[in-house]
């Protein structure tokens, strides 16, 4: 049976009239968005912080499993906030944002803001529309994780990444970028100036893409990807409040 860390499984708060979905990336847990999901809920908001299919576990875990089973996984837990709540922001870290742009995309109604966590919609590489061929000959290539510019951070990655899963990701990637321009959900996407897992460049994509009519760009100065266990942590929870407080017509303290 595959061993799940106690900080990567799912976690949720019950309590709260406004809901958030919070999302880990790719290879990552729950272990790099549970400080921050652990703040919401501090604000009196709802959350569930799920553990997406095949991580937290082994990288052969994840080999098996596709970018469907992710947003099904993810589906799952918006619906629960959904039952429970009166609205429900996602808040997406890397391909946690991409997931959220995919529910913003399938499910429109359901989402009432994003906040996006150097987000991911771009790979480009010549192999790329052969990797998950090359897969099957080569499983896997060298993990991606700890990209965190504070000393001792660390969110449990793998290292190993799975080829095979990593094509399916880039299907993701390919699927939400071509229809950015239908997410007319409020969107803050917080972007680390040196991101050395993801281009940078993906955050402009998206705020020059959207439909939405409130677009919002905040700069994370001293953090990597993994920005949520960085130094901008403060920041990123602080902004995210915000956001989805003003979006929802909430106050702090009367959720």
Known sequence: MSVVAPSAESWAAPDGRTGVLVLHGFTGNPTSMRPLAERLAAAGLAVELPRLPGHGTSWRDLAR??????????????????????????????????????????????????????????????LKSVIGVVGHLVPTFPGIGNDICKPGGDELPYTRVPLRAAASLFALQDRVRDRLEDVRTPALVMTSRVDHTVDIGDSAIILRSLGSARREQVWLERSFHVATLDYDADVIAERAIDFVLQTSGAEEGNI
């Open 65 to 126: 499993t596709t970018w469907q089973d992710w947003a099904d996984t993810a589906g799952a837990a918006l619906d629960r906030l959904r039952r429970r709540t009166d609205a429900v922001a996602i808040v997406g870290l890397s391909a946690g944002a991409t997931l959220g742009l995919h529910l913003a995309q399938s499910v429109p109604a359901d989402v009432m803001a994003l906040v996006l966590i150097n987000p991911s919609i771009t790979f480009k590489h010549p």
